[in-house]
């Protein structure tokens, strides 16, 4: 429908709102505003509060010592350590990654009871590994395996294995029968002091060894094992009448005392347990820490004066109170939850089930917390193409982890070999603002590479638009050109609101050689909507003459019209030509000179109303601002 029931005015040139003027040509002006405005950030890393950068924006890393698990790379509350993911990627070297090394079989074992550990007669070093009714054993770290492995003594499945440094503990033979032996090198003991019969047991039940005592479950039931003396109930820590947790899954040792976890339908609870100084027994447990609904324990372990929690969820870190009570931190969620754990120097390694197709460990670090109780932490040494449960883990004598897989066997970290290739996700990064930003150009720097070596840098966008530079070029430190030249490498065709960098290091023929990186930065321009100031010179006379025709209007409804529009702050449809815009008025005014008389006709009703009064004639500046509103506007009423 036209605008003035097909006046002359629908023939005017420019449409503002929903009324069409003229304009003196000649005063229209027009330019585009600068989004990036001038300023500094008292921050490392620009943002919207300094959109002063007037070429490409910067984000870089040198250093990955936090870990993994921040998905957000450059929001105000971000670390500028930390990564999202990574697979095969060491980061525990300041200001450097590196490929982690490999792990190779060490033993090929079928039982889904792989359970480690490790103890020394004060010759040998043994490991010993659980495997159906057998325990197999090491001497020389895993290189070899006894070809005659220990019968379980106590007949039957083993099903819970504990070392007291010297020699292990095992409990098997479920039901009426079972038993809890101790093993001394490669022989079981008998009598007293070494076979402990405990009706009953079940395979979730287990055998522990802290701060020098046995301690086994059965059901509810928590029960000292003396060396001197037979299982029974006077030495029970628990009967089986108790009624706060169901099955006991891990009990360790303290400078502070004994802790013991336990489950109790959906809901992990740990206790403490006093030593009697006098008597030596042991207290009766108190609860030290109720974990939340939904949340069992699978195992504790203490190192370094803070106890690390694994839960079906992932895991938490404690810390000690009065009287053995403990506080704990937030979740850090592992898929599949944590089940073992190996404490060494600042690291705990842990295992990981199912992590992108590989199962293996992870390591947390004790050096430095991203927050209170919240370690650093990344996935660690991997086997490919498996998802069984992580059964055991333990360090050899010679300082490598070694882990098993359920069903598959045992692994260690490879002494010299290096895996064949690495990926670590960076996360995403925004620049600070949400608008769109193009990547133009990235480079890398690392060692010196070797044949076969390479660093490949991806930026991916959030629509999966991705692109990557490549360094490769043997004795080079960093991309080169075609003349062999370091040279910052381009970005095509890859824009979004977030761009996730990712860095891929690949091994070369030399599998005892890794790349290191120490540093990767990403060029970015951004793509913020580029508002335009018109100044428009509406010829605002009783009169006014366009395309051969006369129009008359009445000058002082169509000035109170564009006002109103600057004083509710509306927004307004801007036509000019086949463009349509979106605007505000921002403005409105007469320049000096603009106004070249009053009407000759009564044109404004006098303020008293006591009849009308002339208003003035001449051109009318209207300052108009673009603004973005996501819409194609298509207005119905114009022809």
């Not at 002359?8 to 420019?14: A, E, F, G, Q």
């Not at 790349?515 to 335009?532: D, G, K, Q, S």
């Amino acid at each position: 429908m036209p605008l003035h029931n097909n006046t002359h005015r629908d023939s005017l040139p420019i449409r503002l709102g929903d009324r069409k003027f003229n304009i003196d040509v000649t005063r229209l002006a027009r330019q585009t505003i600068d989004p990036i405005r001038q300023g500094f950030d008292t921050v490392g890393q620009p943002g919207e509060q300094s959109l002063n950068q007037a070429g490409v924006w910067k984000r870089s890393r040198n250093d990955w010592e936090l870990g993994a698990g921040q998905r957000e790379a450059d929001s105000p509350e971000s670390g500028l350590r930390r990564f999202h993911t990574s697979l095969g990627i060491d980061p525990w070297t300041k200001n450097e990654i590196k490929l982690h090394k490999d792990v190779t079989e060490s033993k090929d074992a079928t039982g889904t009871n792989l359970l480690l550990t490790t103890a020394n007669d004060g010759t040998n070093d043994y490991i010993y590994m659980a495997n159906g009714a057998n325990v197999e054993y090491s001497t020389d770290s895993g290189a070899t395996w006894s070809g005659s492995p220990i019968a379980n003594p106590a007949g039957g499945t083993i099903f819970a294995m504990a070392s007291d440094g010297a020699s292990i503990y095992v409990a098997g033979n479920a039901g009426a029968g079972s038993e809890v032996q101790k093993i001394s090198t490669t022989t079981a003991g008998a009598g007293t002091g070494n076979v402990w019969t405990l009706t009953n047991m079940a395979a979730t039940d287990g055998v522990w060894f802290a701060n020098g005592y046995l301690i086994a479950s059965v059901g509810s039931r928590l029960t000292w094992l003396p060396s001197t003396a037979d299982e029974s109930s006077s030495f029970d820590i628990t009967s089986s009448t108790f009624s706060q947790v169901s099955t006991w899954s891990s009990v360790i040792g303290t400078p502070v005392g004994i802790y013991a976890a336990g489950n109790q339908g959906n809901q992990g609870r740990i206790y403490y347990i006093g030593i009697n100084d006098s008597t030596v027994a042991l207290d009766v447990p108190v609860l030290a820490a109720p974990l939340p609904e939904g949340e069992t324990i699978n195992v504790l372990s203490e190192y370094g004066g803070v106890i690390l929690i694994g839960t079906n969820k992932g895991f938490r870190l404690a810390q000690t109170g009065q009287r053995g009570t403990l506080s704990f931190g937030p979740l850090v969620t592992i898929d599949n939850g944590v089940s073992v754990v190996e404490p060494q120097g600042e690291f705990v390694w842990f295992g990981w089930k199912n992590y992108s197709g590989s199962s293996g460990l992870g390591r947390i670090s004790l050096k430095e917390f991203t927050e209170p109780l919240v370690p650093a932490y990344a996935t660690d040494l991997m086997k490919g193409s498996t998802n069984e449960n992580i059964q055991g883990v333990i360090t050899t004598a010679d300082s490598r982890r070694m882990f098993t897989i359920s069903g598959d066997g045992a692994y260690i970290e490879h002494a010299t070999n290096y895996v064949s290739s690495g990926t670590i996700n960076e996360g995403r990064f925004r620049w600070g603002i949400t608008e769109l930003k193009v990547p133009v150009s990235g480079d890398i720097r690392h060692n010196a590479l070797i044949a076969g070596q390479s660093v490949t840098l991806t930026v991916t966008s959030d629509d999966a638009q991705t692109d990557s530079i490549t360094s490769n070029t043997v004795g080079k430190s960093t991309p080169v050109d075609a003349d062999g030249n370091p040279n910052v490498q381009p970005f095509d065709d890859v824009d979004g609101e977030y761009l996730i960098p990712s860095l891929t290091i690949t091994r070369g023929t030399d599998a005892t050689e890794t790349p290191t990186v120490f540093r990767w930065t990403i060029r970015a321009i951004p793509m913020p909507f580029v508002a335009e100031a018109i100044t428009l010179p509406i010829v605002l006379t009783v009169q006014t003459e366009h395309d051969k025709r006369h129009v008359w209007q009445d000058i002082y409804d169509e000035y109170k019209y564009i006002k109103s529009l600057l004083e509710k702050r509306q927004l307004a449809l801007f036509i000019m030509g086949t463009e349509v815009k979106n605007v505000y008025v921002a403005g409105v005014g007469y320049d000096q000179g603009a106004i070249s008389r009053w009407s000759d006709s009564q044109q404004r009703d006098y303020v008293e109303g006591y009849g009308r009064d002339k208003w003035v004639e001449g051109i009318l500046t209207v300052q108009l601002i673009t603004v973005q509103t996501g819409v194609t506007l298509t207005p119905s009423d114009t022809a």
